[in-house]
């Protein structure tokens, strides 16, 4: 017998091949303390990460990675109120708001909805920032992972969601850093190590912060600037999309003011 589990962790981009490398060393670490093989890892139609386990331990070891990572689930196992884990699905494609792919596939696929309103509740103050200006500031770019809770699913199968506490509090304590942080989506841990070597900055970056499979944050020393880094790195990521998390631009957006409302001239 087997058991097998897709997860949502993904591969994509030019560096699909070597995801899945990186995928079956990760999931075969992670269930190492178990009497179970990672017998294959593949992945389906949409990337997402489908993996075999075969062994005394299969079903255990399914389940966690299943909650660790996320599963793909039918739209009436969505629970409102519940923390999901997800990832963006094209941040610039809707002005009225953020769509995030939380596994949801049967009857058939459906994305949760971050709203405008709700984005500018949690990460604007309240203020009505635009949706592009939100989504640069924070360096939200396609595949990031968030974590998001669910807010409503409606008979019509619309999912509305919001950012999960948890994913509030780590943009919170990104911002009162001093480090600048590069998002990296596309590539494989070792293969943004190499990045950094090879151009020479491995004296300017603190760490790097697994946020995903192929999903980085490259901690930057105080005083490198993240801009930088990707202008420096980028031509040994050809084809993976980066983002900057600046601290200080984070900070200044949130204190900007809301405008006021001018008196009626009498």
């Not at 389940?63 to 941040?91: C, F, H, M, W």
């Not at 999903?215 to 420096?232: L, R, V």
């Amino acid at each position: 017998m087997t058991r097998r589990v897709t997860i949502l962790e993904r591969v994509y981009g030019p560096w699909a091949k070597q995801g899945l490398k990186a995928a079956y060393m990760l999931l075969r670490g992670e269930v190492a303390d178990l009497e179970v093989e990672v017998k294959e890892v593949s992945a389906d139609e949409k990337g997402r990460i489908i993996v075999v386990l075969e062994g005394e331990d299969e079903e255990a070891a399914g389940t966690y990675l299943a909650r660790k990572y996320g599963y793909t689930r039918s739209i009436k196992e969505v629970v409102e109120g519940e923390n999901y884990r997800g990832r963006i699905v094209q941040p610039f494609s809707y002005g009225y708001g953020l769509y995030v792919d939380i596994g949801v596939v049967a009857p058939s696929p459906k994305d949760a909805l971050l709203p405008l309103y709700t984005l500018r509740r949690q990460l604007a103050g309240g203020r009505q920032a635009p949706l592009r200006r939100i989504i640069r500031v924070y360096g939200f770019i396609e595949n990031l992972p968030l974590g998001v809770r669910v807010v409503d699913v409606d008979p019509a199968g619309r999912i509305e969601a919001e950012l999960s506490d948890g994913e509030i509090e780590k943009l919170d304590e990104w911002a009162k850093t001093r480090f600048d942080r590069v998002i990296v989506c596309g590539a494989t841990r070792q293969q943004v190590r190499r990045a950094i070597i090879k151009s020479g900055h491995l004296k300017d970056i603190v760490s790097i912060e697994r946020l995903g499979l192929m999903e980085h944050a490259i901690i930057c020393k105080y005083g490198t600037d993240a801009p930088g880094i990707i202008a420096e790195i980028g031509g040994y990521l050809e084809g993976v999309p980066m983002k900057a998390f600046i601290p200080k631009e984070v900070r200044e957006f949130m204190r900007e003011k809301k405008p006021s409302r001018s008196l009626p001239h009498l």
